[in-house]
Every structure is written in structure tokens, then in C-alpha cells.
């Protein structure tokens, strides 16, 4: 097993770089570009082939770096673990029980995403020592068998068919063209809708079960795929993208099927699997981490923080007159008749005493400025994680002085929220930890931190009288 960190540590790599580039290069080039975690980065992404950016290949030295990407990599008999980067000491290495507790850390953020539906089975991860993606293949499996086994989806699809009677409408170019030219006026050709089992929804379940089960290892995980298929045996086998799964819609009667719906998404739009030399099976799941951690941010506000009403990616401004430039900050919050806005920076700051910024980057400052004139906003409020090594309540404030606006003042704030429970890393701690409990204890304090900062001072309300 590989553990790397996001642009941190390097491994020696015990394998054919070359097969493994081309793994990776064949997984870049068929994601779905169009998908949750791939949007903004694929804004003027071209349709030639590219190279890979999930690891780092130094082959001089025969090691591997990770990049921005978290997930899973199974490559012949090996797996490598891509981890954040805000939990790497490097003073010591991570112990397989440390492993999964960043695994499941990071389970627990992406059951705040908004883009996605989590199962609420997080207690059941207290006794299951399984790895990233077979905790998300549990997720699914169990989730969707017991949907399955109670309640069966059943939807209208249009048909197209040669009938002894009239069915529906009748198509008369084609009956006229088809059957009465040849003889064959017997058979009518008709459309119509049909109530049916194996529709596309169904077929998308099955694929992405049949895509776990030759993945898995786990035999509960097993189990439940194979009775997820049993159930699906007289649905038909087609291969499904992502995008066939996003434009799955449901009425309220069938509202429980959202759930694996956002589950085939994440699958079918975050990894691959497919025969290498007719004996490999090779599979990769992986997510940018920055995006999930401004989704978290996003849903945990909206869920867990009263009295603030949430909206994320708000397009409503443009940097330039003509309107080419858009203005996208992460979060818009209304907060007692306030308008703040926020952005979420999945950077490490704090992390060097001797640095005046306090690892806070020019670029950012200049984002935060552009956003300050266009929203006729005094303060800003940017929002970074804390680390395993480093978390301060403190916050950073950088002041501007703005002498085409009469020297008005920008103020830029910074704060690290505490998204890590250090007492399941803390090997003083004797025994197992209680997953439940420890993320119950760090929701309360990421609550009111954010809370303090919310509604605690008066940040970036927005100020119509600043010209």
C-alpha cells in the first residue's frame, strides 16, 4: 500500500511507470468533464488527448507524488491511498488505524456535500475498517438493497413497436414505407408509453453494480451487489456515463431513488475501470479535494448554522464593464438581513511563524480586492481548514486602503475552521474510537466557530453608500 499526501511526500514506485502512466492518462482523458468535481477546471478544457494530473511520476528517481486529488488508485496488485494534504506530519508516518480515520474524515465531509445524497449510515462505519472506496461501496450497496427490496422503480418510456393493433399513435410514414410497401399491412407500426422495469434508470443501477462487484473485496459488499443484480436480472445490460445519470428526474412518490441516483453519479463520474492487456482489472476513484472542501463548507452552513440562508457559486456580477469577466464568489450568505460573502481557500496557512502573510497568497488578495468593488463590500471573509499540526482561533486581517473610494478601508479576514478531530490521531487515546461520537464532537465546535464568525462580528456587510 502507497500513502501520499497532496503535493507532500514521495514513494518509491515497484512497478512499470510506463503501464501506469498509461492507466492514469486513459483515466484523465475519459472523465466526465461535465461533472460535479470537474466543472470549473474544465471550462476550456480541449478535446485532444491529455496528460494525466493526478500524480507526480519522477522517473528519475523511480517516485511518486500526489497532486490536488483525493481517492483511491488500484494498479495490478497494488493500491495507492491519495490523502489531504492538511493531515500530513512529516515527523512520523500515518498507521493503517490513522489511514482510515483520514478515510473516514473525508466520508464524513462529502455527507455534507450538496451535490450528492448520503445514506445516513455513518454509525455504522464504527466497526468497518475497510478503505475509502469500499466505505463508499457499503454506502451505496446497503442503501440501495434495502431501497430495492421494499419499493421497485417503475417509470413511463416511449416505445416504438410493430403491433397486430393500434397502440398509442400510429406512425404512417414508416407503416406506409415498411409494411403496407412490402406486403406486410398486418403489422402496424405504433409509439407509445409504457410503464415499465427496465428502464434507464434501472440499467444505470445495474451497470454501476456490476462496475463495484468486480472491484470490491469486501464480502457484505459483495453480498448486497449480488442481491442488487438478482433483483435487476430481467433489466437490460447497457454501459451508462454520468451524464445519462443527470438527466434522471423523479416525482415525489420515488423521492428515496434521488439518493442513488447522486450515488451512480459520483461513481460513474469519478472513476474508471476497464480490462488492461485482457487480464488486469484496474479501477481509480478520485475527487479534487479543494472542491470538496468548499462543497462541505457550503452544506454544512445550509444545515447545520440557523439563521443563515446559503447560496453557492452565485453568478450575479462582472469584474468589467462589457460583461466578460465573471465574478463567482464561493458563498453568499444572508445573515440577519446582512449580505456576507465568503470564500473557501483549501490551503495551509499558519504554518510559518516568520511569515508576515501567514501563508495568505497575493492572488487571493487580489480575488478578494475584485470582489470588495464589485460588491461594494468594506470586509472579506475567507475561509481556510486547520491541519494536524496547526489550528488557531485567531484571525488574520489584512486592511486596504481603497484612495479611488475617498480611502475607504478593505478589510480581508482570515480564519482556519476546525474540520479535524485530533483525538482520533492522538496515540495516547487507548482502544477504538467512536466515529459517531468524535464527528459529533467536531461538528459542535465547526458550528461555533462559524457561528462566532457569522454572527459574532459585523463582516463584509454590503455597503450601497460606498462609491
Not at 493500491?79 to 473516514?104: A, M, T, V
Not at 440501495?144 to 421494499?150: I, Q
Not at 494536524?388 to 478601508?409: H, M, P, S, W
Request: glycine share 4%.
Amino acid at each position: 500500500m502507497i500513502n501520499l499526501f497532496e503535493y507532500q511526500n514521495r514513494l518509491k514506485f515497484e512497478g512499470s511507470f510506463q503501464e501506469l502512466e498509461y492507466f492514469l492518462d486513459k483515466i484523465w482523458n475519459n472523465r466526465e468533464k461535465s461533472g460535479y468535481y470537474y466543472g470549473k477546471e474544465s471550462d476550456n478544457v480541449s478535446d485532444m488527448p491529455e496528460t494525466q494530473r493526478f500524480l507526480q511520476l519522477l522517473h528519475r528517481t523511480n517516485e511518486l507524488k500526489s497532486n490536488k486529488y483525493v481517492g483511491t488508485i488500484h494498479f495490478e496488485d497494488k493500491k495507492i491511498n491519495l490523502l489531504p494534504k492538511i493531515f500530513y506530519d512529516s515527523s512520523r508516518d500515518c498507521s493503517p488505524k490513522e489511514i482510515h480515520s483520514i478515510q473516514n474524515h473525508i466520508i464524513w465531509w462529502l455527507s455534507y456535500c450538496k451535490k450528492i445524497k448520503f445514506p445516513n449510515y455513518l454509525t455504522s462505519l464504527d466497526s468497518y475498517k475497510n478503505d475509502f472506496l469500499e466505505v463508499l461501496i457499503y454506502l451505496f450497496s446497503k442503501y440501495t438493497r434495502e431501497l430495492l427490496a421494499n419499493s421497485v422503480y417503475q417509470q413511463y418510456e416511449e416505445i416504438e413497436r410493430e403491433l397486430p393493433y393500434i397502440k398509442g399513435r400510429l406512425n404512417s410514414g414508416r407503416y406506409i414505407t415498411e409494411n403496407l410497401s412490402k406486403g406486410r399491412w398486418h403489422k402496424i407500426n405504433c409509439t407509445y408509453d409504457s410503464f415499465i422495469f427496465d428502464n434507464k434508470f434501472n440499467r444505470i443501477i445495474k451497470y454501476v453494480a456490476k462496475l463495484l462487484f468486480n472491484v470490491t473485496n469486501n464480502a457484505e459488499n459483495k453480498k448486497y451487489l449480488r442481491e442488487i443484480l438478482f433483483i435487476l436480472d430481467d433489466v437490460s445490460d447497457r454501459t451508462a456515463t454520468a451524464r445519462e445519470c443527470s438527466t434522471i428526474q423523479f416525482n415525489p412518490i420515488f423521492g428515496e431513488f434521488e439518493t442513488v441516483r447522486d450515488f451512480c453519479y459520483l461513481f460513474l463520474n469519478n472513476s474508471i475501470s476497464f480490462d488492461y492487456k485482457n487480464e488486469l482489472k484496474l479501477f481509480a476513484f478520485l475527487l479534487p479535494m479543494e472542491y470538496v472542501f468548499e462543497d462541505f463548507i457550503f452544506g454544512f452552513i445550509d444545515k447545520e448554522i440557523e439563521g443563515v440562508e446559503a447560496t453557492a457559486q452565485k453568478k450575479s456580477e462582472y469584474l468589467d464593464i462589457a460583461g466578460n469577466f465573471s465574478l463567482r464568489p464561493d458563498l453568499v450568505l444572508e445573515v440577519d438581513s446582512r449580505t456576507i460573502i465568503a470564500d473557501t481557500k483549501y490551503k495551509i496557512i499558519y504554518c510559518d511563524e516568520k511569515d508576515p502573510k501567514n501563508g495568505i497568497s497575493q492572488s487571493d488578495l487580489y480575488q478578494m480586492l475584485a470582489y470588495a468593488v464589485r460588491f461594494k463590500a468594506n470586509e472579506i471573509v475567507l475561509f481556510y481548514p486547520d491541519t494536524i499540526k496547526n489550528y488557531q482561533e485567531k484571525e488574520f486581517e489584512i486592511t486596504i486602503r481603497d484612495e479611488l473610494a475617498d480611502g475607504v478601508d478593505v478589510n480581508i479576514k482570515s480564519f482556519q475552521l476546525p474540520i479535524i478531530n485530533r483525538s482520533m490521531f492522538d496515540p495516547s487515546m487507548a482502544g477504538e474510537m467512536d466515529t459517531t461520537d468524535s464527528f459529533d464532537y467536531t461538528r459542535m465546535k465547526l458550528i461555533e466557530r462559524i457561528t462566532s464568525i457569522l454572527k459574532g462580528t459585523d463582516i463584509l456587510v454590503v455597503d450601497n453608500k460606498r462609491k
